[in-house]
């Protein structure tokens, strides 16, 4: 059939060979072309645009509803909402709030207000309280240690009047010009880390202004010939000095835990003089650190020379290798801070060749070494090294991260029955391991302590294993039964017979009950993605340092926008 002339008409207009006859009409439906193509592409990326702000909204929505469950927990007792974080580095993910923790998390609240309420009661601006008398004791020069100690406890607790009563007395009330001779080590980890954290937590300067008030007259301290801290200094007129029972050695410990706070304190005030002091005794020990990165107890402040004593994971040694660990993480791991991670693994490895495991239970500890000699002896202060270990243990490759996990699994078993090996179930001060009698109580006081339920508190959040939060309540439970009177929490005496004594420690409202507290509450609330804390438990926020490395500053501001022992603790009879 022939087709009509206007089939044949339309037909031409796709027909190659027209377009060629006839140029600007090619060069038109080039074009066209042009335009349609370049249409379909931008509706397209607007397709692909509005999916992804989609998906953004889906996933905004989704952080409203975590936030809001955080509120509804933070109502039942989980703390202030402006110091959680959605971070990712823990490896336990929050879950909803477990009724029980909610329970318990309440129990341990009710004990700091119980703590709280006597303090604020019996020894309001005194440094202790003496719960069986009744009365304050000025235990560290008057400087109203259980009152700043306390702070970030109660305002993490959302304790908020309270706070707000401690608050005015810093305020109106708190005064340093002391003609006292205080403990440099003390006095930093209770007074200056307590401002400190108070002041990241509510970001109110009062605090800040007092840190640096207390950490002026605490820098003489540093000036001496190594650079290696007296442990000594008069609040009021300086004369920095070490006690006559060291031998006028300086004490491991107690010369290098301080660096976490004074760097703190330089990053918050942009002034670097209080870093700079403190670095200075890493690079001092860094230029003879042994191959097994353990030192003993006492070191000489005019040579920065080792003084032949004790090696220790205990009491005058062990925060000097947990501050390490933890002014690396402070610094958010940066090269800046890489020479302390490298000096904490080497010590780490130096830790090793000091378990032991007892028999016939198999319960590894840590002895202590004078020269080349085992002690099979581990205080209860050692007992921080579970938490340390579990820390410090991400920081590995995978073969070394399980082998230090497992290990401070381990040490972390033998801390637990520390106190249940007892009457009481409340740990002694030290305990001997003896060849077929597995562990026996040495000095068999408890004042208080902390470290075990530390570890608990980090194994808790790096492994999610609930056993540690079982652990947890047992000794809580223990410290009620036992350490609970109608005037405040005492220690013990003697953990065989129960016997009270008649102090109640400030680490005690500083520590136990704040680790417990954040044992039971969502691992958001003080993430360790965020904070670090100092060996006091007050929580710093981790700040990246890019600055040059300890002793090669230039002196410029690095701000940019966590016997004696380790805490020392009055001993029962004082």
Not at 27 to 33: E, K, N, Q, S
Not at 268 to 295: A, C, H, M, W
Not at 527 to 554: C, Q, Y
Request: hydrophobic share 35%; glycine share 8%; net charge negative.
């Amino acid at each position: 059939m022939a087709r009509s002339r206007s089939s044949l008409s339309t037909w031409r207009y796709v027909n190659p060979a027209y377009y060629l006859k006839r140029p600007k009409r090619l060069a038109l439906l080039f074009i066209v072309f042009v335009f349609a193509t370049l249409l379909f592409w931008d509706r397209q990326t607007i397709f692909r645009d509005h999916e992804e702000e989609v998906e953004k909204l889906k996933n905004e929505v989704s952080h409203l509803q975590s936030l809001l469950e955080e509120i509804k927990s933070g109502q039942s007792g989980a703390g202030k909402e402006n110091v959680s974080h959605k971070g990712n580095a823990n490896k336990k993910l929050d879950v909803a709030d477990d009724p029980i923790d909610i329970q318990r998390r309440e129990k341990v609240k009710d004990a700091m207000i119980h703590a709280w309420s006597s303090y604020e009661k019996y020894a309001w601006g005194h440094d202790e309280l003496q719960p069986q008398t009744k009365k304050g004791v000025d235990s560290f020069g008057g400087l109203g240690a259980t009152l700043i100690d306390a702070l970030d406890t109660l305002y993490i607790m959302g304790l908020d009047e309270q706070f707000q009563r401690a608050r005015e007395w810093v305020a109106e009330s708190l005064d340093f010009n002391k003609n006292y001779d205080a403990s440099v080590f003390e006095t930093t980890i209770r007074v200056v880390g307590g401002l400190i954290s108070t002041y990241d937590l509510s970001g109110d300067k009062i605090f800040l202004e007092k840190a640096k008030d207390i950490a002026d007259r605490l820098l003489p301290a540093w000036d001496t010939p190594s650079g290696i801290p007296y442990n000594i200094i008069n609040l009021a007129h300086g004369n920095p000095h070490n006690p006559g029972w060291t031998g006028g050695d300086s004490i491991l410990a107690d010369s290098g835990t301080e660096q976490m706070e004074f760097i703190a304190l330089s990053q918050r005030t942009g002034d670097s003089k209080y870093q700079l002091k403190v670095e200075n005794v890493i690079l001092e020990l860094n230029k003879t650190f042994p191959p097994d990165g353990l030192l003993p107890i006492y070191i000489n402040p005019l040579r920065g020379t080792r003084s032949y004593s004790t090696v220790t994971f205990g009491a005058m040694g062990d925060s000097f290798y947990e501050y390490l660990l933890k002014v690396w993480i402070q610094g958010n791991k940066t090269a800046a801070v890489k020479h302390y991670r490298e000096m904490w693994e080497t010590s780490m490895g130096g830790l090793e060749s000091l378990v032991r495991r007892s028999t016939p239970s198999s319960f590894a500890y840590l002895c202590e070494r004078i020269g080349s000699s085992l002690t099979d002896k581990m205080d209860e202060l050692a007992c921080f090294a579970p938490g340390m270990l579990a820390l410090g243990s991400s920081g590995y490759g995978p073969a070394e991260a399980k082998k230090f996990l497992s290990l401070a699994e381990e040490l972390a078993w033998t801390c637990y029955n520390f106190y249940q090996s007892t009457p009481t179930k409340l740990a002694g001060e030290n305990y001997f391991f003896n060849p077929g009698q597995d562990m026996s109580v040495g000095t068999s006081w408890n004042i208080l302590r902390p470290e075990t339920v530390e570890s608990l508190f980090y194994l808790w959040r790096l492994t999610g294993n609930k056993t540690y939060q079982e652990w947890g309540w047992n000794i809580f439970q223990a410290f009620e039964k036992n350490s609970r009177i109608d005037s405040g929490y005492v220690g013990l005496k003697d953990v065989n017979t129960g016997v009270k004594d008649n102090m109640m420690q400030s680490f005690f409202l500083a520590e136990t009950l704040k680790y417990l507290y954040l044992l039971f509450s969502p691992s958001s609330v003080i993430s360790l993605d965020e904070w670090v804390f100092n060996t006091e438990a007050h929580p710093i926020k981790i700040m990246t340092r890019h600055d040059l490395a300890a002793g090669k500053s230039d002196g410029k501001h690095i701000i940019e926008t966590r016997s004696r022992a380790r805490k020392e603790g009055r001993l029962p009879d004082n």
